[in-house]
Nanobody
Framework: QVTLVESGGGLVQAGGSLRLSCAAS????????MAWFRQTPGKERVLVAA????????YYADSVKGRFTISEDNAKNTINLQMNSLKPEDTAVYYC?????????????????WGQGTQVTVSS
């Protein structure tokens, strides 16, 4: 059984920073794709950033390039998302997700495991 637990969400003013963490347990994640999605009410989950745990290849949505950084901590089996220069439009529930095999994809249906989500609110 794979478990993903997010932490680090909260309320921040525009221009500020937050760091999200996703602690993964239950399997060896060295061959996984790990990702952060976000979702606002009434809309689908959108891929924000992803990393191939073994190769280190990363993906960023255009809307967050240059502001967000995804990284892995192998010793702690943790994926982090450093979010800088936050904007009100970054407000969403952020979800950690794991894809068992293959390449990074942007479609949420391709991901096998999900965390419970953490709220990020950016005030103007």
């Amino acid at each position: 059984q794979v478990t993903l637990v997010e932490s680090g969400g909260g309320l921040v003013q525009a221009g500020g920073s937050l760091r999200l963490s996703c602690a993964a347990s239950g399997r060896t994640f060295s061959s996984y794709v790990m990702a952060w999605f976000r979702q606002t009410p009434g809309k689908e989950r959108v891929l924000v950033a992803a990393i191939n745990w073994s190769s280190g290849v990363t993906y960023y949505a255009d809307s967050v390039k240059g502001r967000f950084t995804i990284s892995e901590d192998n010793a702690k089996n943790t994926i982090n998302l450093q979010m800088n220069s936050l904007k009100p439009e970054d407000t969403a529930v952020y979800y950690c997700a794991a894809k068992l095999r293959g390449l990074i994809t942007t479609h949420s249906v391709h991901y096998d495991y999900w965390g419970q989500g953490t709220q990020v609110t950016v005030s103007s």
